[in-house]
Nanobody, 128 residues
């Protein structure tokens, strides 16, 4: 059974930085695309950033471009989200999601229900 575990969330002032990590339990096969989503109270799940199996292709939400950077290390079974210049509107629960390793191509799904495995999430709170 594949399990994902997020860490790195916390409380930070506006303009600060955080780095989130997502460790994937599966070690036989590399996951296909892996992405970060976030959900704020009263809001629907929002795509933040995603990365392909090779790491060569990435996608970012417009709100994240220029501030966030996603990366992955398949040997370490870990995906990272570096978040800089944080704003109060970034406050949310951040979750990582992984797509089955048996998919091929370089497609990065943008909807949460296109992913197969999910972590429990980590809280990010940005104060003004």
């Amino acid at each position: 059974q594949v399990q994902l575990m997020e860490s790195g969330g916390g409380l930070v002032q506006a303009g600060g930085s955080l780095r989130l990590s997502c460790v994937v339990s599966e070690r036989t096969f590399s996951m296909d695309a892996i992405a970060w989503f976030r959900q704020a109270p009263g809001k629907e799940e929002e795509f933040v950033a995603g990365i392909s199996r090779s790491g060569r292709s990435t996608n970012y939400a417009d709100s994240a471009k220029g501030r966030f950077a996603i990366s992955r290390n398949n040997a370490r079974n870990t995906v990272y989200l570096q978040m800089n210049s944080l704003k109060p509107e970034d406050t949310a629960v951040y979750s990582c999601a992984a797509r089955s390793p048996f998919y091929t191509g370089d497609y990065v799904p943008l909807k949460y229900n296109e992913y197969d495995y999910w972590g429990q999430g980590t809280q990010v709170t940005v104060s003004s």
